[in-house]
């Protein structure tokens, strides 16, 4: 998932997985958090008021219900804002996002500082399979490395 301008960013990082990893993935893009936050919600009170109805599924629920793997959002906001809809994304789900202070003087290099750029989309894609089993440990190490990522790089939430 990628809003805003981060969605190249996440439509670069399928091409990578799809080139080096062999790995298919579907990019969507996300107009609003909050708007799909509330739908959720309201499917959420409408099912508590109609406990004899069939349950209301959110819109984030119908459309990636019938999707496979795990699911990836990628911000340019704090991952708060993409994590809101974590009730409704029916499996594994990582959000990666801008927490912090970035220091940078382009775009690019406070994607990377924040680790939010289509390398660490490419990761955190290819850890979430490792995670449910599809890919080994291994191979996301020999990812890592072919990356350029560096895993003792100081965290940007306390920098």
Known sequence: LGSG???REALAAA???RADYGVEADVWSVTSYNELRRDGLDAERWNLLHPGQPRRLSYVEQQLGGTE???VAASDYMRIVA???RPYVPRAFTVLGTDGFGRSDRRSQL???FEVDRNYITLAALKALADEGTLTAKEVAK???KLGIDPEKPNPLTV
């Open 69 to 71: 793997g795990p699911i």
């Open 83 to 85: 994590d809101q809809i």
């Open 15 to 17: 091409d990578l997985l």
């Open 111 to 113: 994607r990377r500082f």
């Open 143 to 145: 990812a890592i490395a």
């Open 5 to 7: 301008t981060i969605l």
